[in-house]
């Protein structure tokens, strides 16, 4: 790809780039103190991004064979991010996963997206009005991230939460993040994650992809028919900035059988009228601080 050294470490979930080249080939018994600084920096952000994506943990071997950092290494950087609070090792399984010090640094990122406290009142309302789970999402790196959620009554919960990054390919409110993006855009971000397939009615192809896309700018609304998860169907709407601009998706989530066809057109005009009182939330809070 290109000349020079590219190379990148590769993973079901996420692809990690090592800045200009790839992980060093250092001898397996190398002690990090003898790498680069930025080096050991990529490898415990990538060891970070990579242990959040497995909710049962990962062990050191694991992480050093996924992400090709020396067992030394990953064994090192493991125990300090242990020793600091962003791991924590389970002692039966030598398994490691996220420590709570990750949780206080994302409520603190999170407090800073005001559109989110914006939006609480509004996904509460669609909540007690649909019965359903309701969403909102950012587009951050390709990828669509939850930055609020309310649940919906009763026993059936939806396996999301805020902070968890989804595929925009294969979510609804991933397709209303990127439906209005530039072509070049939508393909760097498939270029960097591809399109894994989440079940057999996952979109699988770039061209199938963008005639979808298609549909979301022409309908003004983005459907996932059990494409991230087998059973459940969303349903998502653009928020729009005062510019007019894509900021954020508000998405409602539930069963095949609580979102079907007969009640889809309602859902969605609710969808949108949620949509509607968000963005004139936002364009009267610009207006105040500008």
């Known amino acids: ?30 002690p990090l103190r003898n790498e680069s600084p930025s080096i050991a920096v990529e490898r415990a952000l990538a060891i970070l991004e990579d242990v959040s994506h497995h909710r049962d943990g990962m062990t050191n071997a694991e992480v050093s064979r996924r992400l090709g950092i020396p067992k030394s290494s990953a064994s090192y950087i493991l125990r300090t991010l242990e020793k600091r609070g962003y791991l924590r090792r389970q002692v039966e399984t030598g398994r490691y996963r996220l420590g709570l010090k990750v949780l206080s640094l994302g409520r603190e990122v999170l407090a800073g997206f005001e559109i989110g406290d914006l939006a609480l009142p509004i996904l509460r309302a669609v909540v007690e009005r649909t019965q359903l789970t309701a969403h909102l999402a950012i587009l951050d790196h390709g990828e669509a991230v939850y930055i609020a959620k309310v ?50 009615k996952t979109i699988g192809t770039p061209a199938r992809f963008f005639a979808e896309l298609e549909k979301v700018g022409a ?32 998405g409602i989530s539930g069963t095949t059988t609580q979102i079907d066809e007969a009640h889809t057109s309602k859902l969605v005009e609710l969808l949108r009228d949620a949509a509607r009182r968000l963005t004139r939330q936002l364009t009267r809070t610009s207006s105040a601080t500008s």
């Open 151 to 200: 649940d919906a009554p009763g026993f059936i919960k939806m396996d999301t939460w805020v902070g968890r990054r989804m595929f925009v390919h294969s979510t609804s409110v991933g397709k209303a993040l990127v439906a209005a993006l530039p072509r070049t855009e939508v393909e760097a971000i498939l270029r960097q994650h591809g399109l894994k397939k989440r079940t057999p």
């Open 1 to 30: 790809m290109g000349t020079g050294r590219q190379d990148a470490v590769q993973h079901p979930e996420r692809i990690f780039y090592s800045g200009g080249g790839a992980w060093p080939r250092a001898s397996r018994s190398m």
């Open 219 to 250: 309908q003004g609304y983005a459907v996932d028919d059990e494409e991230n998860s087998l059973g459940a169907r969303c349903l998502a709407v653009p928020i729009f900035d005062v510019l007019g601009r894509v900021v954020a998706a508000m």
